[in-house]
């Protein structure tokens, strides 16, 4: 049930190119005319979780198709990301196309993928090792023409596929973190020793800033908040606070996760 | 010659006659003999008694004696028949004449080996059931004597040794006559936790005012140490006071158990549980032989406090479901089957995920979504569908603490409120014997609760943007009327609405 792909000509900037690529999903050489890698820590953190929330569907915006390895973390995150803004997304895996050890969220987010996208692989029934990933790494990394690292502690693999990325000559592009964070270590330091650019939303603020008269959402722009602490800043009974806090995510004016609310 | 007396065995809450014949026989090999399904704690009454007779200066008959505990049938255990068995035997010795004093009174106890005579558990029942089958006289042990005081219309005698009470029935020194005194009624202040002792969390407080107010159960979910165990130690003192009906069901409960600390008359604070995580289903449902309560009677018209409800068995959990949806446990096992009242508010608390620190502001989460998701399903299902009000206790950031004002609402202020919201869902559900809003029925919510069209608007954004079930859409409606009733409302506005939303399930 696995195919094997067609030759993908960026692979062949790789000294050591895949013998062979399993692939499911609809085959369409359109997918790989401007693609964009996301990778980052398997130990997301919420900031993790904004930073793909805002990257993602801005580069789906700029026609990309969104790259990842496909493991929790940033990397199911981008791909969930992409499909949500409605955009195209490959995943290349760091198992065989075969291997039946996913669980049911899994493979959800597998065949979603596979409806506009395609699934990668250049093993057919390999078992997730510790050396599979590295070298899934350099195939994400080669077929993208832009790579993005979100969050990557000092050992991260996705400072890996940076590291294949700059060999390879594609533009390197790290998310700055909170200095004080392990999970942005890794990106901070690829900023510091010139390895990656950096990377900053693009400012749409001009349309936000100042457009609002709700004390709620200018106190958002600056920082993610609790209801708590939201009430305490504001003075205001939590009990108003809360009804506030529903109307304005129920009018996506702001999100909510796990229980911090931030400016949408 | 034969004596027969009269003492009291428990099934459940209730009691049940128990006559206990003494026979001293003028002819036979001596012998001491009891029958009637004695348990192995009523076999060593015959130790106990023969030393407890001689070490109070009197003698024990060396002829053969049996006792016999009717009805013959019912099986008995416990210490509680050393009094009788020893001044049945006194009295058949003739060491005491026969009299009303004995033979219309209750005997009830457990002796020491020196004739002092100890706290027995159930003495409190004891009484209901003098009253009850209009028994005048009753003798227990002095340290739970205050318990049997609560019941009007009986005599209480607290007997602290088997000397003291020979004396008394030979009429030369009579006990003192222990009269029911006006206790003070519920006051019940005496609480481990103010509310105010914990730093912000307004968001879970003001959880914890809805749930206190509208009797529904609460799920808490944050981090460890973000003052989640603090907080849950603080509801019985928002709680409103128990009155005394209330007072004597709990008290009941906890005189079977053999929990009530001796002196204590009636219980004025709501229980507490807050049962480890270890606990086997028949610890938390009851059990036994003859079952004894278990941790949801305990908690009876007061809190179960699961900690770390995510590690609780499985089955545990599941046993939970039947009494929350009654009210009542019954437990059935081969020599019985007893009923005991178990409506209680049920608080838990989780983490976010197994290593606690998902969603943390400085922490990273160590867990895989995997993990996460493994986790939370073990919650998922029919006990999460009872749980009305869900909310998260983040992590406090201390420097973040003294930004603002933050009001301070002590317990004894929040539990003014709840006070007054109890009242008016009393008067709302006066025809339905409905005490809270926690306890409506789907028809119950559609009558009570009218939601004007821009509420209506406002349910029906929510239950297609978080997918909610119908089980959830009526959550919601009875935690707006409960936000409702404590703002002295008696129409559900969108503003109520929108705050409830706040509390819906994240699991």
Redesign the interface.
């Given at each position: 049930m696995a195919n094997i792909a067609p030759p993908i000509p960026r692979l062949r900037d790789l000294t050591n190119t895949p013998k062979q690529l399993y692939y499911r999903g609809t085959w369409d050489n359109t997918l790989f005319v401007k693609c964009a890698a996301v990778v980052g820590s398997r130990r997301m953190t919420q900031y993790g979780r904004m930073v793909v929330e805002k990257l993602v569907p801005q580069l789906v915006e700029e026609g990309y198709t969104i790259v990842s390895g496909f493991m929790y973390g940033v990397d199911q995150a981008a791909h969930r990301e992409c499909l949500a803004a409605g955009g195209r997304t490959i995943a290349v895996l760091g198992w065989g196309i075969n291997w039946k050890g996913l669980d049911s969220a899994d493979k959800k987010l597998m065949a979603d993928i596979e409806k506009t996208g395609l699934v990668l692989s250049e093993w057919e029934e390999q078992k997730p090792l510790l050396w599979t990933f590295p070298q899934r790494n350099r195939i994400v990394a080669a077929v993208s023409h832009d790579v993005f690292v979100v969050e990557a502690a000092a050992k991260s693999g996705a400072l890996i596929t940076a590291a294949i990325a700059t060999k390879l000559k594609r533009p390197v592009w790290a998310v700055p973190g909170p200095v004080t964070s392990k999970t942005s270590e890794g990106t901070n330091r690829l900023i510091a020793n010139g390895f990656a650019r950096m990377w900053l939303p693009k400012r749409d603020g001009v349309k936000k800033e100042g457009s609002t008269d709700n004390p709620i959402i200018k106190l958002l722009e600056s920082e993610s908040m609790n209801a708590s602490e939201i009430a305490r800043k504001l003075g205001e009974p939590i009990d108003k606070v809360g009804a506030q806090l529903s109307l304005l995510v129920l009018s996506g004016d702001i999100i909510e996760r796990e229980g911090s609310f931030y400016v949408s | 010659m034969l004596v027969k007396l009269t003492s009291v065995a428990h099934v459940g809450l209730s009691s049940v006659p128990v006559d206990v014949e003494v026979d001293v026989a003028a002819q036979g090999f001596p012998g001491f003999t009891i029958v009637g399904l004695a348990g192995k704690a009523v076999e060593e009454a015959r130790e106990r008694v023969k030393t407890a007779i001689t070490n109070s200066g009197m003698e024990f008959p060396g002829k053969k004696i049996t006792v016999n505990l009717a009805p013959a049938d019912l099986p008995k255990d416990g210490g509680a028949y050393d009094l009788p068995i020893a001044v049945g035997i006194l009295v058949a010795s003739g060491q005491i004449r026969s009299s009303d004093a004995v033979t219309n009174a209750v005997f009830y106890g457990e002796l020491g080996l020196s004739g002092d005579v100890r706290p027995t558990k159930g003495v409190l029942l004891v009484g209901l059931f003098a009253k009850k089958h209009r028994i005048k006289e009753i003798f227990v042990p002095r340290d739970c004597a205050p318990e049997a005081m609560v019941v009007d219309g009986i005599t209480v005698y607290a007997v602290t040794n088997l000397r003291d009470l020979v004396a008394h029935v030979m009429g030369s020194t009579p006990l003192s006559r222990l009269k029911r005194k006006r206790e003070a009624e519920g006051e019940g202040d005496l609480v481990e936790f103010d509310l105010s002792d914990v730093a912000?969390?307004?968001?879970?407080?003001?959880a914890m005012l809805i749930a206190a107010a509208g009797g529904h159960n609460l799920l808490m979910s944050?981090p460890p140490g973000a003052g989640k165990t603090m907080l849950a130690r603080a509801l019985p003192g928002i709680l409103p006071p128990l009155i005394r009906t209330e007072a004597l069901e709990v008290t009941r409960i906890y005189s079977v158990a053999g929990l009530l600390p001796s002196g204590t008359s009636l219980m004025h604070t709501r229980p507490f549980r807050s049962p480890h995580h270890g606990i086997s289903a028949a610890g938390i449902i009851g059990g036994g032989s003859n079952p004894l309560p278990g941790e949801v009677s305990l908690a009876h018209l007061g809190v179960l406090f699961l900690d770390e409800m995510a590690e609780f068995p499985r089955s545990v959990l599941e046993s939970l479901r039947q009494p929350m949806e009654d009210g009542v446990v019954s437990i059935v096992r081969v020599g019985a089957h007893v009923s005991y009242p178990a409506s209680f508010t049920l608080l838990a608390a989780v983490n976010?995920c197994p290593c606690g620190y998902?969603?943390?502001?400085?922490r990273?989460?160590?867990c895989?979504?995997?993990q996460v998701?493994k986790y939370r399903s073990r919650l998922s299902g029919p006990i999460l569908d009872r749980i009305d009000l869900h909310v998260?206790v983040?992590a406090v950031e201390t420097e973040?603490?003294s930004?603002?004002?933050?009001?301070k609402a002590s317990s004894k202020t929040v539990r003014e409120a709840v006070i007054k919201a109890r009242a008016v869902q009393e008067k709302r559900f006066a025809a339905e014997g409905l005490y809270t809003n926690s306890q409506m029925r789907n028809k119950h919510v559609k009558k009570y609760c009218e939601l004007d069209s821009e509420t209506h608007r406002?349910l029906k954004?929510?239950v297609e943007?978080y997918d909610l079930s119908a089980r959830g859409y009526f959550r919601l409606i009875k935690i707006a009327r409960t936000?409702a009733d404590l703002a002295g409302n008696s129409l559900v506005t969108s503003?109520?609405m929108?705050?409830a939303?706040?509390y819906r399930s994240?699991m």
């Open positions: - | 912000g969390q307004e968001q879970a407080k003001r944050g976010p998902l969603g943390h502001p400085k990273p989460c160590t895989s979504e995997k998701r998260l983040p973040k603490l930004a603002g004002p933050g009001e406002l954004l929510a943007t936000i503003t109520h929108a705050e939303l706040q994240s």
